[in-house]
């Protein structure tokens, strides 16, 4: 069953713009993190935000969560060709596994 | 280095036949995972193991078996049960139970049915 829902499903972006995707989950959470998974790799862990934490950053990554609204949000900042990718979050279910969303497809152009 | 790795890479399974896909990491890690891919779609967890000789069916381990005799192996077998077994098969470890934190991925196992 997904926990998270990633929005939107796609995205395509110049070099230089801003890429915010967003993570929508159905129940209370310790964590939630993003992951990032180039096309036919394996997933690589970006960011991990706590259920206190409200905003944090990492390079050019800057994480939101709103429990209230139990949503997050995933911005890149001016963004490279390189940050091509597709974009999943992943809450924990039962404290022992991670639920991931079916996750954003980002496309940057140079 | 240390890491997850996955072995093969490409694997071709003919009908009827069992496969094993190759799961292993020095990070000493105690928790293992095993998620299965489909294109366009997010994971889906098939088993996980928190500890040597113990291990738990995910949300589809139907047609499928694990094994965790040592704890840096978590070997998946994909059984002729399993019907539509193509797919991106991800590995995964993480230190190990209780509050979920970071997983590190291996960098998968395509398997397609000839």
């Known amino acids: 069953s997904q926990q998270g829902e990633e929005d939107p499903q796609a995205l395509s972006i110049q070099e230089g713009e801003n890429a915010t995707m967003n993570c929508s989950y159905k129940?209370?959470?310790?964590?939630l993190q993003w992951y990032r998974q180039n096309s036919g790799r394996g997933l690589v862990h970006l960011i991990l935000i706590r259920s206190n934490e409200r905003e944090k950053h990492s390079g050019r990554l800057r994480v939101t969560l709103d429990t209230s609204k139990k949503s997050s949000s995933l911005l890149i900042t001016a963004s490279r060709a390189a940050d091509t990718a597709s974009y999943f979050c992943?809450?924990?279910?039962?404290?022992?596994?991670?639920?991931f969303g079916t996750g954003t497809r980002l496309q940057v152009f140079p | 280095d240390g890491g997850i790795t996955q072995s093969p890479k490409y694997l071709f399974r003919k009908e009827g036949q069992n496969v094993t896909l190759s799961c292993e990491q020095n990070l000493n890690h105690d928790a293992m995972y095993w998620y299965r891919q489909d294109p366009g779609q997010g994971l889906r967890l098939i088993y996980y193991?928190?500890?040597?000789?113990?291990?738990q069916k995910g949300d589809i381990a139907e047609g499928y078996s694990v094994s965790r005799e040592k704890k840096e192996s978590f070997p998946l077998t994909v059984t002729s049960a399993q019907k539509n077994p193509t797919a991106f098969y991800l590995c995964?470890?993480?230190?190990?139970?209780?509050?979920?934190?970071?997983?590190?991925f291996g960098p998968g196992t395509r398997l397609l049915v000839l």
């Open positions: 129940t209370s959470i310790n964590n």
């Open positions: 995964a470890s993480s230190t190990g139970a209780g509050v979920q934190e970071t997983q590190y």
């Open positions: 992943a809450t924990e279910r039962n404290t022992d596994k991670l639920i």
């Open positions: 193991s928190q500890i040597v000789n113990d291990f």
